[in-house]
């Protein structure tokens, strides 16, 4: 029977002083994420907080306020990357389609392997997203929850495979991304996908 779908939730803000941003500083913070994000996966780690700014449009001092740290701002990213998918999936569960599982599963697998670096980043300063950001977490894996049982009533997902098995093979597939150095996210996700299907005998 299929669960109802959990209820879609706002991207986390950063408070300032316990109080939330006001409009002008969130836009401005959006904007240095976006930029961000651009910038780490078309030219790496090594972008400077000031070329993030430029790329922005917006002075140094606004980044190093919102982000004091390449580290702050990495998180901010990988955060803001979840809030995104967790939007996707939330319009994915709206709809009747059957497939939406693989549609939201590929989506998620080239997310991750397009900012392999940061979470790489993250991953070796010991930041954990599910802790960092356990409702997000939380509600992404409940809407792939809800479509996984809607692909198994259509016989389209293998019987056996729980929504925890799903999540850790999406993470093991950023680590066989490392590996192979530069998949394709859509034959990586392909041959992982696959596996989740229902097997002929």
């Known amino acids: ?20 941003l006001r409009a002008d500083a969130r836009r401005n913070r959006e904007r240095v994420v976006a930029a961000a994000q651009q910038l780490f996966a078309t030219e790496g780690l090594g972008v400077s907080l000031d070329e993030v700014a430029r ?16 580290e702050a701002l990495y998180l ?71 479509l996984l049982a809607r692909a198994r009533t259509a016989d389209l997902a293998r019987d056996d495979v729980t929504p925890r098995e799903i999540m850790a093979l999406i993470a093991g597939a950023l680590h066989a991304a490392a590996y192979a150095g530069e998949p394709s996210p ?5 041959i992982i996908l696959d596996g989740l299907r229902p097997q002929v005998r």
């Open 76 to 146: 901010a990213v990988s955060i803001d990357q979840i809030a995104q998918l967790v939007a996707e999936a939330s319009t994915l569960t709206a709809t009747d389609d059957p497939a939406a599982l693989f549609t939201l599963l590929s989506r998620m697998i080239a997310n991750g392997i397009e900012n392999i670096l940061v979470k790489s980043a993250l991953s070796a300063i010991g930041f954990d997203l599910r802790t960092a950001a356990p409702e997000l977490a939380h509600t992404l894996t409940a809407h792939v929850e809800t």
């Open 55 to 70: 790329r922005a449009g917006v002075g140094p001092g606004t980044v190093h306020r919102h982000f004091p740290t390449k």
């Open 1 to 20: 029977m299929n669960q109802p779908p959990p209820e879609p939730i706002s991207p986390p803000a950063a408070p300032v002083r316990g109080r939330e």
């Open 186 to 190: 859509s034959h990586l996700g392909a």
